[in-house]
């Protein structure tokens, strides 16, 4: 696998990712904020798992969801995420449910990084309240619905090898600089040199 160009910090340090590193997280995290100022930074790719899939199936998310059911969706999101891991070092932002299927984390762990951006339930409700575009949350009480989901899966995003808490009221560059710190911890994954 080919290593991502080397590109230098704020410090004037080299950076270069090694293995793609795949955010997780709840929608509403900020994994397609911080994933496109993460590769910004980086000077790598980024894409998003949930645009790949509805330019593939030339239909939104909610459209599949409406007209095959979450199961075919689940399966074509593991589908994509192994094509998007297999193009080497990025940055890839993944739906809230792609890193519960042990399918995925299984092919996460062996190709990339899982980083988990965890927030809650309070800064995940600010942020997805008025979006329209969250099928799973198309219930009676979407705020309990959300509150259900996180409670869920927290014990799974956990499995993840690195986590980073979203506080409220971070930029989305003092975030993306917490992250590029995470990384830096991990050479294997993000190699940084003077």
């Known amino acids: ?110 190709r990339g990084a899982a980083l988990w951006l965890d927030a809650d339930l309070d800064l995940l409700w600010e942020r997805v309240r008025h979006k329209s575009t969250r099928p799973l949350l198309r219930t009676p009480d979407p705020r309990g619905t959300l509150s259900r989901l996180l409670d869920e899966r927290r014990p799974i995003y956990a499995e993840a090898p690195m986590r980073l808490v979203a506080r409220p009221g971070d930029s989305i560059e003092a975030t993306t600089d917490r992250v590029i710190e995470t990384l830096a911890q991990r050479p294997d994954i993000l190699e940084t040199r003077p």
Request: hydrophobic share 45%; net charge positive; with cysteine.
């Open 1 to 110: 696998m080919a290593a991502g160009k080397a590109r230098r910090s704020g410090d004037g340090s080299a950076m270069r990712l090694r293995r793609p590193v795949v955010l997780v997280g709840m929608m509403g995290s900020g994994k397609t904020a911080i994933g496109r100022a993460l590769s910004a930074r980086l000077g790598c790719g980024f894409v998003d798992s949930d645009t790949a899939i509805e330019e593939a199936a030339k239909c939104s998310i909610a459209e599949i969801f409406a007209r095959d059911g979450e199961a075919f969706f689940r399966a074509r999101e593991s589908e994509v995420l192994e094509r998007l891991l297999e193009a080497g070092p990025r940055v890839v932002s993944t739906g809230g449910g792609a890193f519960l299927a042990p399918r995925n984390r299984d092919a996460i762990a062996a």
